[in-house]
């Protein structure tokens, strides 16, 4: 998949359809029997609604030329009682349109967030995480008026339409003709605006996405903006961003009210019309309290058609952000389990990388043909230059990317015939940007675990040397840490992950860079208690510090996505090649310093 940034729009790769109406009906199903019945109330509150213009006719063309007071009163009764069960009706509808319209949003959220949790490191590598985060929020809001109103509206303004047509044919049948006049305009003003108002919502949704793509980015990075004093250059991208997102609002909000005056336009120009000829036509067969009552349903007749002219906006704009929620939700992950997938039975934790060659994006090799086999219980440690290819090779252990081609196999089982949680469930992996969940740091250690006990929270982290610093903390393994961790150093933060790394009990410890941020004293601790530890584990440590990794039973020297050395740290250091060098200029430094 191609990358993504704040400021390039994403280019849909399918057309636009409105199969996605469809796909949206599904999830308006399951609440089939509630609208259906929140239809038949809006319908006693249409006719209901509807009955007033007659009333009025029979009022002036019969009871007050008849001077029939009583009867005249109980027009006025009936009008009355209409009001109030259209009241109620209407009432009735918004509670329960309101209820389905969140329940069907809650839905889709759900089904997106879920998806989300299966999506592949490649699929979230490859965009802006606003962009993501604007879909699952701002998007499915964007449903939010279509669901809550649109569909119940429309089948009621249909049916009002009908009654309503019904009626002016009974008081009139030519006037009611004439009235139709203007629908030959509105359909053609509709055709013409369609698809550039669903080419401007969709440049719209793009904005938006961009503009959230950016403050998300921001936010993340707020820190170093602040360093480097970048804010006035930040306020200058935003307000480009921002301005972009304006202009396509406005556009499209241009486009949109195209359809609505000429609607209101419309009912003027046929009422006016209709009096014209109505009142040219009084005494030949047309009375005055039918003109009055055929003006007044002409007035209603136009409200529905306007409302179904909303309707079909909100569905041309909400299309435009349909299209992107579906698109999420089809967005295969990358890293799927074959369906005929066993479960990786308990493991010894034997790991053999067999021609392993990798690339982030298509054709590039970032692993040329790793080979190595490591034994259960061995610890190896991986070095090598920044961007050698050390995090690469770890992370395909837990089967985080697809290799490109070879094959690597855990206790001789290829890993790509096994079910991915049976996989990682096996392993602790400790990634070297460690991230800690806002909660309490117990829960945080415990986040690998769900059962874990809190003795064996607390038996983890003095295992890795966390536990004083934790108890120091006012309320100790309770204190509450914010998202990221921003309550905590680096060290500490790393410790936390360290502790839940072990404390899953895996057969396969992964250690990417774990230790480099924490003190020389408190490290020298964790390296003593560290052998038990990693007894009985197969362990992988990528480090820097090269005095972290001195008894491990082998260690791979990467250089360029390759092996180029393999052996204990004696024999290495007895063979005078690159680890040697490595390990002399970090000691000449260490002494300079
Ligand atoms: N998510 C990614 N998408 C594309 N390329 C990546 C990605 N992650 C790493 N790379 C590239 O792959 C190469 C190997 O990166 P890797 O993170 O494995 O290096 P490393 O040896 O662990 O480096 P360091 O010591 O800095 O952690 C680098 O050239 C890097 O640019």
């Not at 303004?157 to 629908?183: A, H, N, P, Y």
């Not at 007749?301 to 299209?323: H, K, S, V």
């Not at 050390?390 to 992370?395: E, F, G, Q």
């Not at 509450?480 to 309550?487: C, L, M, P």
């Amino acid at each position: 998949m191609a990358r993504n940034k704040f400021d390039v729009d994403e280019e849909l790769e399918s057309p636009f359809s409105f199969i996605h109406l469809k796909r949206l009906l599904v999830y308006i199903k399951p609440y089939k029997k509630k609208i259906l019945f929140t239809i038949f109330i809006m319908l006693i509150a249409s006719a209901a609604n509807l009955i007033g213009p007659y009333l009025i006719k029979q009022a002036i063309d019969v009871k007050i030329p008849g001077k029939d007071v009583k009867g005249l009163g109980g027009l006025a009764g009936i009008y009355v009682i209409s009001l109030i069960i259209t009241g109620v009706c209407l009432k009735y509808k918004i509670r329960m349109m309101t209820e389905i319209g969140q329940s069907v949003i809650q839905n889709i959220r759900k089904d997106l967030f879920t998806h989300l949790q299966k999506l592949s490191f490649s699929f979230y590598d490859s965009r802006p995480h606003g962009k993501i985060l604007v879909r699952v929020v701002n998007y499915v809001n964007s449903l939010s008026d279509l669901l809550s109103n649109g569909l119940i509206n429309l089948i009621t303004d249909l049916f009002s339409l009908f009654v309503i047509l019904g009626f002016m044919f009974s008081i009139d049948v030519k006037l009611t003709l004439l009235s139709m006049v203007g629908f030959p305009i509105l359909a053609i003003v509709i055709f013409l605006i369609k698809n550039a108002q669903r080419r401007a919502w969709q440049t719209l949704s793009n904005k938006q996405s961009n503009m959230n793509a950016y403050i998300h980015e921001s936010i993340n990075g707020i820190k170093v903006t602040q360093a480097f004093t970048r804010e006035d250059e930040n306020k200058r991208i935003f307000r480009e961003v921002s301005e972009s997102y304006r202009t396509s609002w406005m556009k499209a909000v241009k486009i949109q009210f195209l359809l609505w005056p000429s609607i209101e336009n419309l009912s003027v120009f046929t009422v006016s019309f209709i009096y014209i000829m109505g009142i040219s036509s009084i005494g030949h067969g047309v009375t005055v309290g039918a003109l009055i009552a055929f003006v007044g349903y002409i007035g209603m007749f136009w409200m529905p058609l306007t409302n179904i002219g909303n309707f079909y906006n909100a569905i041309i704009n909400a299309t435009a952000y349909l299209e992107r929620i579906f698109e999420m939700i089809d967005e295969k992950p990358t890293v799927i389990g074959d369906p005929n997938a066993a479960e990786l039975p308990t493991i010894q934790g034997k790991v053999e990388f067999k021609n392993v060659l990798f690339g982030y994006e298509g054709d590039e090799k970032v692993l040329d043909n790793i080979n190595f086999s490591v034994n259960p219980g061995e610890t190896i440690a991986l070095v090598g230059a920044t961007g050698s290819g050390k995090t690469t090779i770890v992370s395909l252990i837990s089967r985080f990317y697809n290799i490109n081609s070879g094959k690597i196999e855990i206790d001789g089982v290829d890993i790509k015939t096994v079910t991915i949680p049976s996989l990682r469930k096996q392993m602790g992996v400790m990634l070297q940007d460690p991230f800690i969940f806002s909660g309490t740091i117990m829960d945080n250690i415990r986040y690998g675990r769900l059962d874990a006990s809190d003795k064996e929270v607390i038996e983890a982290a003095k295992a890795v040397q966390a536990h004083q610093f934790i108890t120091g903390m006012k309320d100790g393994y309770q204190t509450e840490v914010n998202e990221r961790g921003t309550r905590l150093s680096t060290g500490q933060r790393q410790l936390i992950s360290f502790a839940r790394a072990l404390l899953a009990d895996p057969k396969i410890l992964i250690l990417d860079e774990a230790t480099s941020s924490i003190d020389t004293e408190t490290e020298l601790a964790l390296q003593r208690g560290l052998e038990t530890l990693l007894e009985g584990r197969t362990s992988f440590i990528i480090a820097h510090r090269l005095s972290t990794i001195q008894n491990a039973t082998r260690i791979l020297v990467i250089d360029k996505g390759r092996i180029i050395e393999e052996g204990s740290h004696t024999e290495l250091m007895r063979r005078k090649s690159f680890y040697w060098k490595l390990h002399k200029s970090q000691h000449q430094s260490l002494d300079v310093g």
